[in-house]
Every structure is written in C-alpha cells, then in structure tokens.
C-alpha cells in the first residue's frame, strides 16, 4: 500500500481503525477529521459497504485517505505489528483496565510514538450503534471515553473520530505559538511604544485633556492598555500619525 503519510513524522505510523461501520458516509467523514489532523492511515474492519460514493462526498478532499484505506477481515488483522492500541468508547466496561479520558489517552499515545521510533500505534472506533465488543476492548492496551454529557452520550462516529485525532495532534505538536495574522507586520519596541505614549501625553496636555498639575493615573492606563495589546510597528506609527493630525487641526483652530 502506498501510504500518504509512510513514516515522515510520528503521525505517519497512526492508525485509526474503524470496525464494522455501517454508514459509509461516516467513514468519509472519518477520513476528512483525520486528514485535517494530519492522519491519514485508515483501516477498515469488515464494512458494511465500502467503496461507495457517499464516502468520498462525505471525505470532502480527503478522498487520497479513502483510496488508502485498508480493508481487514478482523480486528486482529488491523491491529497486527502495533505496539500500542487505544479502544474509543462511551460504556464503561467490566474486567477491563482502568479508563482513561481521551486527552490522558493521546497523551500516554504521543509519549509510545516518541518512545518507540518505528512501532505503530492505533485508536478504535466500534460500530455506529454497537461500538466495540468486549472481545475487542480486551484486544487494546488501554481504552478512553470522550468526556460528553452524562444525560447524552451519543457523539456522531466521525466527530469522535475528529476529537480524538485533535487531541492526539495537540499532544503530538503541541500548541505551538499562536496563529499568526496573515498582514501582521513586526511587534513594536520598547522605544516605539514609549515614543507613542509620550505623544499622546503631549497630545492631551495640549489639547487641555490632561493637566500636568494633576496627571492622576492616566499615563499609566495608557502604558497598561498598549502594553495588553501587543502593538505593531504600522499600528504605533498610524496612532501617531492620527495624534499629529489632530494636534494640527487644534493648533490651526487657535
């Protein structure tokens, strides 16, 4: 098999199995929440019905996932060469391992991939009404709940799918910095900042705003808030510009 993914980062030797699916819609919509997620090996245990044409509609551009999908007999097939396997599920199970939730799940999966540096891992999603069996819980190294409602638990399969790929993502890469703003320009300095709040000291005290006698605690607010704001260099200097034209305006009215 020709995977999108091999082994170019540890993402690349996850597996997200889905067994017996019923709905191939799910199972497109499966592939698109993995994709998104920076998955893209998906096994398949004895659908229902797959290939099928609401499964790519419902892949949504995740359509190379689906045409890489493995299609096993059995559980033990999809599972087999993995080093460590998580069962998602909504019950809690007698005479099984203690549960984890799914965060603590990806997480104690993110620390296997960074452990073993070739073994696969893999993350089970039962059947839409089912779930997993007993049989296939006892399969896995450990199992997780989605921490939903306790009065409705019933999450969509590839919603469960999205989280628990999210999740594992996060732990994987970590939040990282934030998003960036795509016309942001460079972060004022120190020196352009205060250059800003001397302007605007200026700026008040000659339009009779701020009296120097008694300043009270305005200056200081002002620092807070540009401090809170993170300004950009253009930001600084079209404040500024705006003070000056207004510094002008009032000079020119008197």
């Given at each position: 098999?020709?995977?999108?993914?091999?082994?170019?980062?540890?993402?690349?030797?996850?597996?997200?199995?889905?067994?017996?699916?019923?709905?191939?819609?799910?199972?497109?919509?499966?592939?698109?929440?993995?994709?998104?997620?920076?998955?893209?090996?998906?096994?398949?245990?004895?659908?229902?019905?797959?290939?099928?044409?609401?499964?790519?509609?419902?892949?949504?551009?995740?359509?190379?996932?689906?045409a890489?999908?493995?299609?096993?007999?059995?559980?033990?097939?999809?599972?087999?060469?993995?080093?460590?396997?998580v069962?998602?599920?909504?019950?809690?199970?007698?005479?099984?391992?203690?549960?984890?939730?799914?965060?603590?799940?990806?997480?104690?999966?993110a620390?296997q991939?960074?452990?073993d540096?070739?073994?696969?891992?893999?993350?089970?999603?039962?059947?839409?009404?089912?779930?997993?069996?007993?049989?296939?819980?006892?399969?896995?190294?450990?199992?997780?709940?989605?921490?939903?409602?306790?009065?409705?638990t019933?999450?969509n399969?590839?919603?469960?799918?999205?989280?628990?790929?999210?999740?594992?993502?996060?732990?994987e890469?970590?939040?990282?910095?934030?998003?960036?703003?795509?016309?942001?320009?460079?972060?004022a300095s120190?020196?352009?900042?205060?250059?800003?709040?001397?302007?605007?000291?200026?700026?008040?005290?000659?339009?009779?705003?701020?009296?120097p006698?008694?300043?009270?605690?305005?200056?200081?607010?002002l620092?807070?808030?540009?401090?809170?704001?993170?300004?950009?260099?253009?930001?600084?200097?079209?404040?500024?510009?705006?003070?000056?034209?207004?510094?002008?305006?009032?000079?020119?009215?008197?």
């Amino acid at each position: 098999m020709n995977d999108p993914l091999a082994l170019a980062s540890p993402l690349g030797r996850v597996r997200i199995v889905l067994s017996r699916t019923s709905h191939p819609g799910n199972i497109g919509a499966a592939a698109r929440a993995m994709k998104t997620m920076g998955l893209g090996r998906l096994f398949l245990v004895t659908p229902k019905i797959f290939p099928d044409a609401q499964a790519e509609a419902m892949a949504a551009g995740a359509t190379d996932v689906l045409a890489n999908a493995r299609v096993c007999a059995s559980l033990d097939e999809a599972l087999s060469g993995t080093v460590f396997t998580v069962a998602m599920t909504a019950r809690r199970r007698e005479l099984a391992t203690e549960p984890l939730w799914v965060r603590d799940a990806m997480a104690a999966t993110a620390a296997q991939l960074a452990q073993d540096a070739r073994g696969d891992v893999a993350i089970v999603f039962g059947n839409e009404s089912a779930g997993l069996s007993n049989e296939d819980l006892a399969r896995c190294s450990r199992w997780a709940m989605i921490p939903c409602n306790p009065e409705w638990t019933s999450l969509n399969l590839a919603a469960a799918v999205q989280i628990a790929c999210y999740e594992l993502r996060l732990a994987e890469v970590g939040a990282g910095a934030a998003p960036t703003i795509a016309d942001a320009s460079d972060r004022a300095s120190f020196d352009e900042v205060e250059g800003l709040i001397s302007h605007f000291e200026s700026a008040a005290v000659s339009s009779g705003f701020l009296d120097p006698a008694e300043p009270k605690r305005l200056m200081h607010r002002l620092r807070r808030m540009f401090s809170r704001a993170g300004l950009e260099k253009v930001e600084v200097n079209i404040l500024r510009g705006i003070l000056s034209s207004l510094v002008d305006r009032t000079k020119q009215r008197f």
